[in-house]
Nanobody, 116 residues
Framework: QVQLVESGGGLVQPGGSLRLSCAAS????????MGWYRQAPGKQRELVAI???????NYADSVKGRFTISRDNAKNTVFLQMNSLKPEDTAVYYC??????????WGKGTLVTVSS
């Protein structure tokens, strides 16, 4: 069993910054991809950013240049630095990790609210 613990969400004003963290623990042999997704009210869950074990990244067009994903492989942790936040970034942010056996695991989500 794998547990994912997310932290760092909260309320921030437009233009502000937040840093999300997601730590994986449990029966982990090897983690492949790690990523962040988000789901705004009334919308489908969407990809925000993903990162491979080697550090290659991919971002949604809507966050390019503002968000940065990174990972600490030794600590099985993935981060999302979010700058220049906009009201449309308001959503529940979910961490996802995929193990080497192909099984994905999701965190419970952390709420990010961008509002003045």
């Amino acid at each position: 069993q794998v547990q994912l613990v997310e932290s760092g969400g909260g309320l921030v004003q437009p233009g502000g910054s937040l840093r999300l963290s997601c730590a994986a623990s449990g029966s982990i042999f090897r983690i492949n991809g790690m990523g962040w997704y988000r789901q705004a009210p009334g919308k489908q869950r969407e990809l925000v950013a993903i990162i491979t074990p080697g550090g290659s990244t991919n971002y949604a067009d809507s966050v390019k240049g503002r968000f940065t994903i990174s990972r600490d492989n030794a600590k099985n942790t993935v981060f999302l630095q979010m700058n220049s936040l906009k009201p449309e970034d308001t959503a529940v942010y979910y961490c996802k990790v995929q193990l080497s056996n192909g099984i994905p695991y999701w965190g419970k989500g952390t709420l990010v609210t961008v509002s003045s």
